[in-house]
Each structure stands twice: as structure tokens, then as C-alpha cells.
């Protein structure tokens, strides 16, 4: 039986909200009756904060992070260590490694990883960038940090089998975050040890044949 509303707003406002991941109906009323309580200059900061992050985020044109300049904050930063690249998924990864306060280099958001059940191949990520970030000189080494999963692997592979004829040392992750794990839920413990006792990728492929 369909929920009835007493106002087409309150209803649209649930149906909007009611799209976002993980929020249902429910919690979606609640949300937009929250919203009803509160002084109109809070909802409307609310909205704008979403207006402006849709319409005036931007990526960074060397890592592709988000960030509200051409070049993000890390990538701007003369004290990271810029011949060190980190490749992450997305912006949650970086975060995740960043909180952990181990790693002082770069990094290279690839916007996702190769799943083919998903429609999604090398063509659609920041792959042929970071290999032109490598093929331009200045990086000695890059660090595979994608989740522990088969694609996360395929990925891995992939990068490892495009920067292979350039002179860059390449590394995982040390498999202390489980078989499966997602990176941006691994403890800060956990992946900061993983991030220092990094391997070679080829040694991780020896181990796991």
C-alpha cells in the first residue's frame, strides 16, 4: 500500500531524498520533516551547499581528485613527494590514506576500476593520464592501492602491463587489508602498515601463483 501525503512538496522532497544511496522512505520523511522544523535559512544553506558543490567542484588536472582549483592541495604541495604515485579508485581511498598519516607522496584518482559486468572498461578511467604522467619522467614508483578484489586485480594488472615499459619500480599493497576489503574501510592501522610494507608487484604475482 503507497504511503499517502498531506502535500505534493512533502512528497517530491521524499522522492528526491528517498534516491540518495541508502536512504529509504522512511528515513527520507524523516529527513524531509527534519527540514520543515528547522529555520528556512538552514534548509536554504542546505541546498545551496549542493547547488555550489554540483556546479563548482572541480578535478584536479594532474591526480584528478576533486578540489576546488585546477590543481588540488596535495599536488600543490612542494613538500610531497612527487615522484611517488599512489593510484586509488576514488576520492573515498584518498581520504582513507591520507587519515592514516604514513604516506607522503602523490596520487592518481582513477575514477573507478575495470568491471566488465558493469560496463566498465580501461577506456572509461584515468589510465592513458597516469601513463603519460609516468611517460613524462619525474616518478620512480607507483603504488597499486585498489581494493583486494578480482577487479581490483584485473586493474592492477592492466596499469602493471601499460607502465611495464617504463623505468618505474611498481608495488601493492601489502595484503593486510583481507581478500574482498575495501580500502576505504580498512582501519587506519591497518592500512598505514600495508602502505609501509608495500611489495613489488611482481613479487605479489610470484606469491600468488
Not at 36 to 63: H, I, M, N
Not at 77 to 93: A, F, K
Request: proline residues 4%; negative net charge.
Amino acid at each position: 500500500m503507497s504511503q499517502k501525503y498531506p502535500s505534493v512538496l512533502l512528497e517530491n522532497a521524499v522522492n528526491e531524498l528517498s534516491s540518495l544511496p541508502g536512504i529509504g522512505r522512511k528515513t527520507a520523511l524523516r529527513l524531509a520533516l527534519y527540514m520543515l522544523r528547522r529555520d528556512p535559512g538552514y534548509t536554504e544553506q542546505f541546498a545551496a551547499s549542493l547547488v555550489a558543490l554540483r556546479r563548482d567542484v572541480k578535478y584536479c588536472r594532474e591526480c584528478h581528485n576533486i578540489c576546488d582549483s585546477d590543481l588540488c592541495p596535495i599536488c600543490s604541495d612542494p613538500g610531497r613527494d612527487h615522484s611517488l604515485v599512489c593510484v586509488v579508485e576514488n576520492i573515498r581511498e584518498v581520504m582513507a590514506i591520507e587519515n592514516t598519516a604514513q604516506f607522503k607522496g602523490v596520487y592518481h584518482v582513477l575514477g573507478g576500476i575495470i568491471s566488465p559486468i558493469d560496463g566498465i572498461g580501461p577506456g572509461e578511467l584515468q589510465i592513458e593520464s597516469l601513463v603519460q604522467r609516468v611517460a613524462a619522467g619525474g616518478i620512480s614508483e607507483v603504488i597499486l592501492a585498489l581494493s583486494t578484489t578480482m577487479e581490483g586485480d584485473t586493474t592492477n594488472f592492466f596499469i602493471y602491463r601499460k607502465l611495464s615499459p617504463f623505468n618505474v619500480k611498481i608495488s601493492v599493497l601489502a595484503r593486510g587489508v583481507a581478500i574482498g576489503d575495501e580500502i576505504e574501510y580498512a582501519d587506519e592501522i591497518t592500512l598505514g602498515r600495508s602502505i609501509i610494507n608495500r611489495v613489488s608487484f611482481n613479487d605479489s604475482i610470484k606469491n600468488n601463483l
